[in-house]
């Protein structure tokens, strides 16, 4: 069973149609489409959208089709005290603005930073850091873009 027919088990599971799972996970019905018809695969976008949307399901079976299918109520029950916790304590979600803690399904755009890369070594002689963008698990990013020192 590949990742699209997982898919399609989750929707079959919930007794909806394509087009709920879509609105529900935030997902464009032609992507999902193209996904469950094998002719693209599920990207990461997708796959934490479907995450974010479905927590019962678990992400390893989704991926990798690693049993069980579903957590328990005890591990989600956990899985969202953890997150709770782990989301009001961590300096990083603490000092991110109100646009990075957007809603999880939708990425964010952040306006670019500026920090001095001086001791950051070129690659080649030639070669310097134009821009650098971190990925957070919440589905946002930050840019950093260096000054010109």
């Known amino acids: 069973m590949e990742i699209k027919d997982r898919i399609a088990t989750i929707i079959e599971q919930e007794g909806i149609s394509q087009v709920e799972f879509s609105k529900a996970t935030g997902i464009k019905t032609s992507t999902l489409s193209h996904v469950l018809t094998g002719r693209n695969n599920a990207s990461n976008e997708v796959l934490t959208k479907i995450f974010a949307a479905y927590p019962a399901y678990r992400e390893k079976w989704i991926i990798d089709g690693i049993e069980p299918m ?80």
């Open 70 to 149: 579903l957590y328990s109520d005890e591990e989600l029950q956990e899985r969202e005290a953890n997150k709770t916790l782990f989301s009001s304590t961590t300096t990083a979600n603490n000092e991110m603005s109100s646009t990075q803690t957007s809603q999880r399904a939708e990425p964010t755009l952040h306006k670019a930073s500026t920090l001095s890369f001086s001791n950051v070594p070129p690659v080649h002689n030639r070669s310097k850091v134009t821009k650098i963008i971190i990925y957070f698990d919440d589905n946002t990013f930050q840019t950093f873009i260096p000054s010109d020192e």
